[in-house]
């Protein structure tokens, strides 16, 4: 399959060009500059120039992410004419359209761009194309809102809390490309309409709040703002500052039903906390402090870099490189670990799971010099006295340890009940 993408050099369209090459279709990417990031083909194209543009009869799918920024009256009458003669090139290739929307695309709107995309769907819909709406898009190197957010978050030590937050739908931009390949791919009985995004929206306070935690790894604190009182002050002033009119449309943003676009395409979306890595995937970060946990657990709170290295290498070779998503208890406290390990009444895939990454963590700290020096007691010095009242000491903080986890155990098990009882992997 080949397609040609607008945009090429955009947030989303760099990362689908890169996504669609590596699933062996070929790509034209249509845009003022060529990339350097890919092997793409190229072809100038500028969407404000509202010129006529002839498309090879090879392709097979027009995919337009083409935008630009919409601050004036005339601007946004160039995106209309320059969508409408994208679509005739289109049909006269016989190629599908696929037009990539937004959440905010409304006849009524408070931006001008949620009205510009609302508009250009009239035009698919009568082309017989299909639409794509996305919900907030995140993740990867940062562009677009995302890079704004991202900028305000770093620079700013105080941020707005919205008492009566606005609701968002985010989506990573590497799981939409992945969706709109999925969407290209589909040959017949297509929807007109797909809606991507998390299937719960999530508050714009959330959002912010995982862009300090997961992506910037900084603390910032949040002071209440009554969402009404910013009414009256975008009134006035957006005009002038067309943020203002965005901030306002997260306000207004219609929820999207997106449980069964999901479904229909098989598209799963990475959790926000993993997706706001800067890798796109936090299981990395997970794995190591899963196996921080498990070294403190085994080892007295001995543990190693070089330890976990090994650790997160065995995991992806032998587990896929999975994480197994401990809660955060057992993260802090490892010693929680030890209450549903040794019950004999729970059982569950996930407690086997849990059992086998700890053998594979004592395999790895026992093979390691400085492990099996702490494991066997080798190179301390000890008397008969001191060794004696050592296994004493140790023998009765075992027992201690093993009542209060038998009494325990079952608190901690009705607490995570539902983690234990998963079938992880």
């Known amino acids: 399959m080949k397609l040609a993408i607008t945009?090429?050099?955009?947030?989303?369209?760099?990362?689908?060009?890169?996504?669609?090459?590596?699933?062996?279709?070929?790509?034209?990417?249509?845009?003022?500059?060529?990339?350097?990031?890919?092997?793409?083909?190229?072809?100038?194209?500028?969407?404000?120039?509202?010129?006529?543009?002839?498309?090879?009869?090879?392709i097979d799918v027009v995919v337009h992410l083409a935008t630009s920024s919409i601050d004036s009256k005339s601007i946004y009458e160039k995106e209309i004419l320059g969508a409408t003669l994208l679509l005739d090139a289109s049909r006269k290739a016989g190629a599908k359209f696929i037009f990539i929307s937004s959440q905010t695309s409304?006849?009524?709107?408070?931006?001008?761009?949620?009205?510009?995309?609302?508009?250009?769907?009239?035009?698919?819909?009568?082309f017989s194309g299909v639409i794509i709406r996305p919900g907030q898009v995140y993740g990867s190197k940062p562009q677009a809102l995302f890079k704004r957010l991202i900028m305000i978050v770093a620079k700013l030590p105080l941020l707005p809390y919205f008492v009566k937050s606005p609701k968002i739908q985010p989506i990573h931009v590497d799981d939409l490309a992945n969706g709109i390949i999925k969407i290209c791919e589909i040959t017949q009985n297509h929807k007109n309409i797909y809606c991507l995004g998390s299937t719960e929206p999530v508050s714009f306070n959330t959002f912010l709040k995982s862009i300090c935690v997961n992506r910037l790894r900084i603390y910032r604190v949040f002071f209440p703002i009554p969402s009404f009182m910013l009414f009256p002050f975008i009134a006035i002033f957006g005009k002038f500052y067309p943020s203002l009119m965005q901030l306002h449309s997260l306000f207004v943003l219609p929820r999207m039903e997106t449980e069964a676009d999901l479904k229909s395409i098989n598209l799963v979306l990475r959790p926000l906390a993993s997706g706001m890595n800067k890798s796109g995937d936090g299981q990395t970060r997970e794995i190591l402090q899963e196996g921080l946990a498990f070294g403190r657990y085994l080892f007295n709170n001995y543990?190693?870099?070089?330890?976990?290295?090994?650790?997160?290498?065995?995991?992806?070779?032998?587990?896929?490189?999975?994480?197994?998503?401990?809660?955060?208890?057992?993260?802090?406290?490892?010693?929680?670990?030890y209450?549903?390990?040794?019950?004999?009444?729970?059982?569950?895939?996930?407690?086997?799971?849990?059992?086998?990454?700890?053998?594979?963590t004592s395999l790895i700290m026992e093979a390691r010099p400085s492990g099996a020096n702490i494991f066997l007691g080798l190179g301390s010095k000890n008397t008969f006295l001191k060794s004696f009242f050592g296994i004493a000491s140790a023998l009765l903080s075992a027992s201690l340890i093993r009542i209060l986890a038998t009494i325990a155990s079952p608190v901690v098990y009705l607490k995570y009940k539902s983690l234990i009882n998963s079938h992880h992997g």
């Open 7 to 58: 945009g090429g050099n955009g947030y989303i369209a760099s990362h689908l060009t890169r996504l669609a090459l590596d699933n062996g279709h070929s790509v034209l990417t249509l845009s003022r500059k060529k990339s350097s990031q890919n092997s793409a083909e190229w072809m100038s194209y500028d969407l404000l120039s509202n010129e006529p543009i002839d498309l090879p009869k090879d």
């Open 106 to 126: 409304s006849q009524d709107s408070p931006s001008l761009y949620g009205k510009l995309k609302f508009d250009i769907e009239l035009l698919v819909q009568k």
């Open 303 to 337: 543990y190693s870099y070089s330890f976990l290295k090994s650790y997160l290498l065995a995991i992806k070779q032998l587990k896929g490189g999975r994480s197994l998503s401990l809660p955060p208890i057992f993260l802090k406290w490892p010693m929680f670990i």
């Open 339 to 360: 209450f549903i390990e040794i019950n004999p009444f729970f059982k569950s895939k996930f407690l086997d799971e849990l059992k086998s990454r700890i053998a594979i």
